[in-house]
C-alpha cells in the first residue's frame, strides 16, 4: 500500500506531460505511486518513448483509455490505486517542494475533507491575490479546481466517484461533484501551503478545441448545462440555461 497516490488524467499533451511527471518524480516524498491516466489517440515518438521508458522503470503507472473523458480518467485512476490518499492534478503543472507533504498533513489534521490546494495561474504575477485558490489564507470553501486537489479513496467510494456523464470538456463537474460531498456530510478544506503553478498550456486537455472564450466550438459549455439540470439545487433551470447560452455569445469575443 501506498500513502499518497497521485492520479495525472492527461490528453493529447506532449514535452509538458514529461516535465509534469518528471518535476513530480523529483519530489521524492515519502510512499507515492504516479499514475498516468492518458487519453491521447497517438504521442510525439519521443514523448511516446518517454512513457514507456518511465513505466518500464517503475516511475509511473501508464494506463491507455480509447476514448477521451476527464472524469472516466479520473475515476479510472482512483479504481488503480493503492494509495489511501489520492492527489488529482493536471498535465501542465509545476508542483512546489512541498505540495506532497502538504496534503497530507492537511488530511491528518482534518480527515474525511476534500483538500482543495492553491494554484497560480500564469496571470496571476500578484502571489498575494485574495481569489478563492489563490489565497494564502486557509478555511472552508464550497468548492474545489480540479487541477490540484486531494480526497481519500474510501471518501471517493462513497460519495460515488465523479459523474462520467459530464462530456467534453466537463466543465462544473468539480461543483456537481462537491455539491454530493457536502450533502453527504463532509466539507472542503483549502490549503494554500499545498502549492502548484498551472501552466495553462495553450493546446490539449480542455483546450484541445480551443480556447473556451474564442471558440465557437459547442462542446464548450455542455457540462455547465448538465449541471444545470442535473444539480437539485439549482432553481429555474431552463431560464439559468437560456442566459447562459445567450450570455456566452453576447461577449467581446463573439
Not at 502571489?127 to 486537489?149: K, V
Amino acid at each position: 500500500m501506498f500513502e499518497l497516490s497521485i492520479v495525472i488524467p492527461t490528453y493529447q499533451r506532449e514535452e509538458v506531460l514529461l516535465e509534469t511527471i518528471k518535476s513530480l518524480v523529483a519530489l521524492g516524498e515519502g510512499d507515492v505511486e504516479i499514475i498516468v491516466v492518458d487519453q491521447t489517440p497517438q504521442h510525439q515518438l519521443e514523448v511516446a518513448d518517454g512513457l514507456r521508458q518511465a513505466n518500464a522503470d517503475g516511475l509511473i503507472r501508464w494506463v491507455k483509455l480509447s476514448s477521451p473523458s476527464i472524469t472516466c480518467a479520473m475515476n479510472t485512476g482512483a479504481a488503480m490505486a493503492n494509495g489511501d490518499v489520492l492527489l488529482f492534478v493536471d498535465d501542465d503543472i509545476i508542483p512546489d517542494d512541498g505540495l506532497l507533504n502538504a496534503h497530507l498533513c492537511a488530511h491528518k489534521s482534518r480527515p474525511g475533507s476534500l483538500i482543495a490546494g492553491r494554484v497560480l495561474q500564469p496571470w496571476h504575477e500578484d502571489e498575494h491575490s485574495s481569489e478563492m485558490f489563490t489565497s494564502r489564507q486557509a478555511g472552508l470553501i464550497p468548492e474545489f479546481i480540479g487541477c490540484n486537489f486531494s480526497i481519500s479513496k474510501a471518501v471517493l467510494t462513497e460519495v460515488g466517484g465523479f459523474d462520467e456523464n459530464f462530456k467534453g470538456a466537463a466543465y462544473r463537474y468539480e461543483r456537481e461533484f462537491a455539491d454530493r460531498l457536502l450533502a453527504s456530510g463532509h466539507t472542503i478544506w483549502y490549503e494554500p501551503s499545498a502549492l502548484i503553478r498551472h501552466l495553462h498550456h495553450s493546446t490539449g486537455g480542455t483546450r484541445s478545441k480551443g480556447d473556451h472564450l474564442t471558440s465557437w466550438n459547442p462542446r464548450h459549455p455542455v457540462g455547465a448545462y448538465y449541471y444545470l439540470f442535473v444539480s437539485p439545487r439549482v432553481q429555474w433551470k431552463v431560464a439559468k440555461a437560456a442566459k447562459r447560452l445567450l450570455s456566452s455569445v453576447l461577449t467581446r469575443h463573439h
